[in-house]
């Protein structure tokens, strides 16, 4: 017997009319590409989404058809969200951190009819458009006063504002199927060519409700929400989505993403809510000590895309007073998979117990199902120690990536493959060891990588440290510990090697310590082990 109730289908489009009819007052603030700021409401940006609707189906795109964005985080950019994928069409987000090959291989891949891309993105643009046959036209995201007189484009460049000036607010959001596709992304190729992921209007709803969740982003109408994570990668985590779902103030940087930009705009718009990467926290927090600065309303912050060291969970608490709560994902989730955020029984554990706690990546959050498996796929105990391969499923992980490989293909065993590397504890939280690549084997066992990290960056004069292993003569391979020493400090091998007595098994600790300035990254602000590996290659150690 089906049941009684609306079928209405899961739309994007439902989102912004939410906000606009219930949360209509409410502010997006942007930092602006051009410089300033732009305030306006939930209401304004429905109708200026209307008018890009407008233009777009004026220049003729259907649904299904790829939009392509390359853009920081404002307000235009939050338009064309709800613009393209409201109206039927894919948003197809473009990070423009990767090379330009793989940006070429990704938009002819997309085969993107349009793509729209900030004043900063001018001089990139003009180096991919000869190599993009698919794309009729760039869309440059100002206004006409900011305009180049000239540029090496083939055709006219358009402007946004023009284009939305001509067409009026009035546009009927189409009802369709909840399972049509609304945005892409591709993963950033750290291990292999950039692939795409295409999120459906129901997985990306589903997603948002899941993210909302108090265990999860615990947002409200009582929040203000700045995403520091760029909504070129990921969605932005989907706080673009989630936060006119609440109701939160949304304040976007823009391309203000140092750490004084980002103070500045924490404590001028009242933020109680942010998140991104480690990366940019660190930097945040050296430039608050060194100002002795505090924060004013930020209580909140969400840390992923790579793992967060305990040391930067403490210093934000018991320096600056804000909760970190540590998420993993992966473009293929929507992104967020775990989150950590304590049970009510190890509220009563020393605080070091629950920092250790919650510098795991945490637990499933619903709509993801996870479990760890051994090579022959056989499941693992949650006991917290053994460690396998990650298989995550649920209602908003890939099925299959876009125009790649067989149709159902990559998830015919129900599960999907993270290709990260894990330990689930009996109460449910998850920590991830490694990727499956950077695992470290020593004598038939297994190091992490990701631990051995996290502890190094405790050292007072470590700013960054990678771990990679290297061929032994007897043990197969063994940990080299790479790092970046902090500006102003000086620290011996010795020093650091014996930083890690008493935290790990003695057989876990570094073989040897290289110093360097920097370490590579990914376009997603990943350590680039692949890069180090070939910088280390034929590395020998002692022993
Ligand atoms: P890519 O496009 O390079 O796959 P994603 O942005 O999708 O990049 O990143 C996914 C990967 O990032 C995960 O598979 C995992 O290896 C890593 N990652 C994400 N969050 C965390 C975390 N909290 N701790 C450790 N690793 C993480």
């Known amino acids: 017997m089906l049941g009684l109730m609306m079928l209405e289908p899961l739309r994007i489009a439902g989102l912004i009319e939410h906000a606009a009819k219930w949360h209509a007052d409410t502010e997006i603030v942007t930092r602006l590409v051009e410089g300033g700021f732009h305030r306006y409401t939930y209401a304004a940006a429905h109708r200026r ?3 890009l609707a407008n233009a777009l189906t004026e220049l003729g795109i259907n649904w299904g058809d790829r939009v392509g964005t390359l853009a920081w985080n404002t307000h235009r950019h939050f338009e064309l969200y709800y613009g393209i994928s409201g109206m039927g069409a894919v948003c197809h987000t473009i990070n423009p951190r990767l090379f330009p090959e793989q940006l070429v291989y990704i938009i002819n891949h997309a085969e993107d009819r349009l793509v729209f891309f900030d004043l900063t993105f001018l001089p990139l643009v003009e180096r991919l458009a000869p190599l993009c046959p698919t794309v009729e036209a760039w869309v440059l995201m100002t206004n006409r006063a900011h305009m ?56 990306t709803l589903l997603h948002s409700y899941a993210a909302s969740l108090p265990d999860c982003f615990n947002c409200s109408a009582r929040d203000v929400v700045l995403p520091v994570v760029p909504m ?17 103030k949304l304040v976007l940087p823009g391309p203000g993403l140092d750490a004084a930009s980002l103070y500045e705009l924490y404590e001028q718009e009242g933020v109680t809510f942010t998140a991104g990467v480690p990366t940019i926290w660190f930097g945040l927090l050296q430039f608050m000590r060194e100002k002795k600065l505090r924060f004013s309303t930020l209580k909140n912050m969400i840390v992923g895309g790579a793992s967060c060291p305990p040391a930067l969970l403490k210093a934000f608490d018991e320096e600056l007073g804000v909760t970190i709560r540590h998420a993993w994902g992966m473009t293929e989730t929507s992104p967020l998979g775990t989150v950590c955020t304590l049970k009510s029984q190890q509220l009563s554990l020393s605080p070091d117990e629950q920092f250790a706690i919650q510098s795991k990546q945490g637990r499933a959050i619903f709509g993801v199902d996870m479990k760890i498996v051994d090579d022959e796929g056989q499941e693992l105990p949650h006991d917290g120690v053994a460690f396998g391969d990650l298989l995550v499923r649920g209602p908003f992980i890939v099925a299959d990536y876009y125009r790649a490989g067989e149709p159902g293909e ?11 590397v894990a330990t689930i504890d009996p109460n449910g939280f998850m920590q991830i060891t490694d990727r499956s690549k950077d695992v470290i084997k020593s004598g038939g ?80 602000g990943k350590l680039l082990k692949t890069q180090l590996r070939k910088d280390f290659a034929g590395y020998v150690l002692g022993g």
């Open 49 to 51: 989404s209307k008018q």
């Open 148 to 203: 180049p007189e000239a540029t090496t484009l083939p055709g006219e460049v358009r402007c946004y504002e023009d284009l939305l000036a001509a067409q009026n607010d009035e546009f009927v959001w189409p009802v369709f199927d909840e399972n049509m596709a609304s945005s892409l992304c591709y993963t950033s190729g750290t291990t292999d060519q950039p692939k795409g992921v295409l999120y459906s209007h129901r997985s």
């Open 232 to 248: 070129f990668h990921v969605n932005a985590w989907g706080i673009p989505y989630a936060a006119p779902m609440n109701g939160c």
């Open 410 to 420: 990559l998830t015919k065993s129900g599960w999907f493959r993270t290709g990260d």
């Open 445 to 524: 066992e297994w190091i992490s990588s990701i631990e051995l990290e996290n502890l190094a960056v405790g050292h007072p004069a470590v700013a960054e440290a990678a771990v990679i292993g290297v061929p032994h003569s007897k043990w197969s391979e063994r940990p080299l510990l790479i790092i970046v020493v902090r500006p102003g400090h000086e620290v011996t091998a010795e020093e650091i090697l014996s930083f890690y007595e008493g935290k790990v098994a003695s057989w876990w600790k570094p073989n040897a310590v290289e110093f360097v300035q920097q370490l590579p990254h990914t376009a997603t």
